[in-house]
């Protein structure tokens, strides 16, 4: 079945720098990539995704890039405010397949004013 | 338009004893699926259900666990027989999986606590 891995676990990033989590997948058949947002206590919350027929998207400071070829996928932040901090997930999956989401281990960004 | 509803939202229950989760799909979602986070990891996909059937429940334990998502009410993950292991976070996600549309919604999530 499909793996995701994601890095780094945890990331600390000053207020107005850039923070970027990587994540790769081991299921070429893979071709649906969303990002979700967790704060505390509440439910993922989706931020951003991408098709495999796209390789790049933005949404004003987020952006996501996906490589298909070496199988892995980046999320940006730029410009990064206090309430960026949150764990955040990518996930991967083939929609042919009912769409069932695999998770990364999710990465814990804290941004310090 | 709400979102996906679950209930209860924190859930205690002594070892040996039946726990119910509760998920409402969002308005035209006729996919759901669940979910189980054990503190400080990602989500581990349980079971994914559409009206009336089971598609694909390959990351439900075999025993003491099971989910339905009957033609009129919300989908119910039932879990017999509480242990301790079972305390975790469950989410319930919906999606409509029509044409283009494969994007997933989560709910709140129930904390399950075994005494």
């Known amino acids: 079945g499909e793996n995701v891995e994601q890095h780094p676990s945890t990331l600390s990033v000053q207020e107005g720098d850039s923070a970027v989590i990587k994540c790769t997948y081991s299921d070429s058949a893979s071709n649906y990539f969303p990002w979700y947002k967790q704060e505390l206590g509440k439910g993922p919350q989706l931020i951003i995704d991408i098709r495999s027929n796209v390789g790049e998207k933005k949404d004003q400071r987020i952006a996501v890039t996906l490589n298909k070829t070496a199988k892995h996928f980046s999320l940006h932040i730029t410009e990064t405010q206090p309430e960026d901090s949150a764990v955040y997930f990518c996930?991967?999956?083939?929609?042919?397949?009912?769409?069932?989401?695999?998770f990364g281990g999710g990465t814990r960004v804290l941004v310090k004013p | 338009n709400a979102g996906v509803m679950q209930n209860p939202r924190h859930l205690v229950r002594r070892r040996g004893q039946e726990a119910r989760l509760r998920c409402s799909p969002m308005k035209g979602h006729s996919h759901v699926y669940w979910y189980r986070q054990l503190p400080e990891e990602g989500l581990k996909f349980m079971v994914y259900?559409?009206?009336?059937?089971?598609?694909?429940e390959s990351g439900m334990p075999k025993e003491r666990f099971s989910a339905e998502f009957p033609k009129e009410g919300p989908s119910i993950l039932r879990i017999q027989q509480v242990v301790r292991g079972d305390s975790a976070a469950y989410f319930c996600?919906?999606?409509?999986?029509?044409?283009?549309?494969?994007?997933?919604?989560f709910g709140s999530g129930t904390q399950l606590s075994v005494l």
């Open positions: 259900l559409q009206k009336e059937n089971i598609i694909d």
């Open positions: 996930a991967a999956s083939i929609k042919a397949a009912g769409n069932k989401l695999t």
């Open positions: 996600a919906s999606s409509p999986l029509q044409g283009a549309n494969e994007k997933l919604f």
